[in-house]
């Protein structure tokens, strides 16, 4: 059972008054990535291949954040962990990779559900190659994926389907195992967004058999930086845009230029925390993990994260009574507490006629941080009728947060009603 007084300790902006729902956009740094950031600056911060003593130990630690990451995502090797800026970063160079497979008339899928990084790079790809884009709505009621539309366009043997694995606007938990095991049974590639979904529960690669899978450290307790799983005969097989000197082996091949060092050394930090989150809160869940082959730093990472998993169910149970039992507050995506499993802690809502960024103003103004708009999700909010009214207010939370905040959410949206 998670402490969170022991968890809140380990985030230095917490002593702020602030209650921080804005955790959708990304959440607040944990003190050890805070720490490795400093220690790589002041013990070894230099470029990277050099025969002298900060540069190897510098070298040291990215191979070291590459390993943890592997670990976090149960990726078969380090070398599949690309590092990069941010998922839209990653996701705009991969793609142009990816173009080069695909011609004229060829299929790509996307779906309505997404955050656009996740989208507009597949459809400039599609315009630069001639692609036909088929497009997969959502239920307006309740916020969750057409599975049917899906399979119906698997029908045609598209290349390539992106979808992502939690929502950023409405918090469904997209089904990403039995999407994948549909869209390799039609030869399709698969490339998942999971940034949203990082922060609130286990992700194992190997046993969902995706092909690339993105996220971003900053949305999972570390630093601004992104990250890119992708099948090791893949990235092998495509050819990569870079300069002259970058090495053709993986992952070097794909990390052309200087990276963000220091960063990197961030998410190293953040993989150490929820390592100890995983030695700390995560017994309980250790022998149905180990079980799954599960061992060392991997296994306290699926600790932790299952741990979170649960201890967010909660959190989502009384946000979810909180915000239906608000005056004039609607709601958007899935409302029923029996499906609790297929969503996240973000929660996005319209109060009455007021527009969501007065509504965002009123809360900030009692210090209770949340976001306004459509939060680069545009398809979403176009598919509401919303995108130009404002969009919707977004509250999500995480781990470190509290019912008692939860509470003062509840007192201040009573107050606007």
């Given at each position: 059972?998670?402490?969170?007084?022991?968890?809140?300790?380990?985030?230095?902006?917490?002593?702020?008054?602030?209650?921080?729902?804005?955790n959708?956009?990304?959440?607040?740094?944990?003190?050890?990535?805070?720490?490795?950031?400093?220690?790589?600056?002041?013990?070894?911060?230099?470029?990277?291949?050099?025969?002298?003593?900060?540069?190897?130990?510098?070298?040291?630690?990215?191979?070291?954040?590459?390993?943890?990451m592997?670990?976090?995502?149960?990726?078969?090797?380090?070398?599949?962990?690309?590092?990069?800026?941010?998922?839209?970063?990653?996701?705009?160079?991969?793609?142009?990779?990816?173009?080069?497979?695909?011609?004229?008339?060829?299929?790509i899928?996307?779906?309505?559900?997404?955050?656009?990084?996740?989208?507009?790079?597949?459809?400039?790809?599609?315009?630069?190659?001639?692609?036909?884009v088929?497009?997969?709505?959502?239920?307006?009621?309740?916020?969750?994926?057409?599975?049917?539309?899906?399979?119906?366009?698997?029908?045609?043997?598209?290349?390539?389907?992106?979808?992502?694995?939690?929502?950023?606007?409405?918090?469904?938990?997209?089904?990403?195992?039995?999407?994948?095991?549909?869209?390799?049974?039609?030869?399709?590639?698969?490339?998942?967004?999971?940034?949203?979904?990082?922060?609130?529960?286990?992700?194992?690669?190997?046993?969902?058999?995706?092909d690339?899978?993105?996220?971003?450290?900053?949305?999972?307790?570390?630093?601004?930086?992104?990250?890119?799983?992708?099948?090791?005969?893949?990235?092998?097989?495509?050819?990569?845009?870079?300069?002259?000197?970058?090495?053709?082996?993986?992952?070097?091949?794909?990390?052309t230029?200087?990276?963000?060092?220091?960063?990197?050394?961030g998410?190293?930090?953040?993989?150490?925390?929820?390592?100890?989150?995983?030695?700390?809160?995560g017994?309980?869940?250790?022998?149905?993990?180990r079980?799954?082959?599960?061992?060392?730093?991997?296994?306290?990472?699926?600790?932790?994260?299952?741990?979170?998993?649960?201890?967010?169910?909660?959190?989502?149970?009384?946000?979810?009574?909180?915000?239906?039992?608000?005056?004039?507050?609607r709601?958007?995506?899935?409302?029923d507490?029996?499906?609790?499993?297929?969503?996240?802690?973000?929660?996005?809502?319209?109060?009455?006629?007021?527009?969501?960024?007065?509504?965002?103003?009123?809360?900030?103004?009692?210090?209770?941080?949340?976001?306004?708009?459509?939060?680069?999700?545009?398809?979403?909010?176009e598919?509401?009728?919303?995108?130009?009214?404002?969009?919707?207010?977004?509250?999500?939370?995480?781990?470190?947060?509290?019912?008692?905040?939860?509470?003062r959410?509840?007192?201040?949206?009573?107050?606007?009603?």
């Amino acid at each position: 059972m998670i402490d969170l007084n022991q968890i809140r300790n380990q985030f230095p902006s917490l002593t702020r008054s602030a209650i921080f729902f804005d955790n959708p956009g990304g959440t607040q740094i944990a003190r050890p990535s805070l720490e490795r950031i400093q220690r790589y600056l002041l013990e070894c911060n230099a470029n990277h291949g050099g025969a002298f003593e900060t540069s190897r130990l510098s070298d040291a630690v990215l191979e070291e954040a590459r390993a943890a990451m592997a670990d976090f995502l149960n990726a078969a090797r380090a070398e599949e962990i690309i590092f990069g800026n941010n998922m839209t970063t990653l996701t705009l160079h991969l793609s142009r990779s990816l173009a080069q497979m695909l011609n004229p008339g060829d299929e790509i899928v996307v779906t309505r559900l997404d955050h656009d990084a996740n989208i507009s790079p597949w459809l400039l790809v599609a315009e630069d190659r001639g692609c036909q884009v088929t497009w997969i709505d959502f239920d307006v009621e309740d916020g969750t994926l057409k599975l049917d539309e899906f399979e119906r366009a698997l029908e045609r043997r598209p290349k390539l389907a992106a979808f992502g694995y939690a929502s950023n606007a409405l918090g469904t938990v997209n089904p990403v195992r039995k999407l994948t095991e549909m869209a390799h049974a039609a030869g399709t590639l698969v490339y998942v967004d999971a940034v949203q979904y990082a922060p609130h529960g286990p992700i194992d690669v190997q046993d969902l058999e995706v092909d690339f899978l993105v996220c971003s450290s900053y949305k999972f307790f570390g630093p601004h930086a992104g990250i890119l799983y992708g099948r090791a005969d893949l990235l092998r097989e495509l050819k990569a845009y870079k300069v002259r000197p970058a090495p053709d082996s993986l992952p070097g091949k794909w990390e052309t230029g200087t990276q963000n060092h220091e960063g990197i050394a961030g998410v190293l930090g953040a993989m150490e925390y929820l390592e100890w989150v995983g030695k700390t809160f995560g017994s309980e869940h250790e022998e149905g993990l180990r079980e799954h082959g599960y061992r060392g730093r991997r296994l306290e990472l699926k600790k932790a994260m299952t741990a979170i998993r649960a201890y967010e169910f909660e959190l989502s149970r009384t946000l979810l009574e909180t915000l239906t039992n608000i005056p004039g507050l609607r709601l958007y995506g899935l409302t029923d507490l029996r499906r609790l499993e297929e969503r996240v802690p973000t929660f996005s809502f319209r109060l009455g006629d007021l527009p969501p960024r007065l509504v965002a103003e009123a809360l900030a103004q009692e210090n209770i941080y949340v976001w306004d708009g459509n939060y680069y999700a545009l398809a979403v909010t176009e598919r509401l009728g919303l995108e130009g009214r404002g969009g919707m207010v977004r509250v999500g939370a995480v781990h470190y947060n509290t019912l008692e905040e939860v509470e003062r959410l509840s007192d201040a949206l009573k107050r606007l009603a």
